[in-house]
């Protein structure tokens, strides 16, 4: 589906960015300069899988405060809807 290839290709491009891991892991702890690296890697996620979404899918990441939530929200709303699909 376009939907899939969509997300494969923002999956391979945030990994190519170097911003995948703040979709996929926790936030570190540790010193001020670890946690404030993550926190700027994380913004820039999340405003990177913002203007991937077309009108149709920002509304559902917009009240999102990070990439990793926002990635999940989008994800679980997709993943129902193909499951919906599917019966």
């Not at 999340?46 to 203007?51: K, P, Q, S």
């Not at 920002?58 to 405060?65: G, L, N, P, R, Y």
Request: some cysteine.
């Amino acid at each position: 589906s376009t939907q899939s290839r969509s997300s494969a290709a923002s999956d391979v491009y945030k990994r190519q960015l170097g911003l995948w891991d703040v979709v996929t892991e926790n936030a570190p702890t540790g010193t001020p300069e670890v946690i404030a690296a993550w926190k700027k890697k994380d913004r820039l996620a999340l405003v990177e899988i913002g203007l991937s979404c077309d009108d149709v899918n920002i509304v559902h990441v917009k009240q999102c405060s990070t990439a990793k939530q926002a990635w999940k929200t989008l994800k679980d709303h997709h993943q129902h809807i193909t499951l919906g699909a599917r019966n």
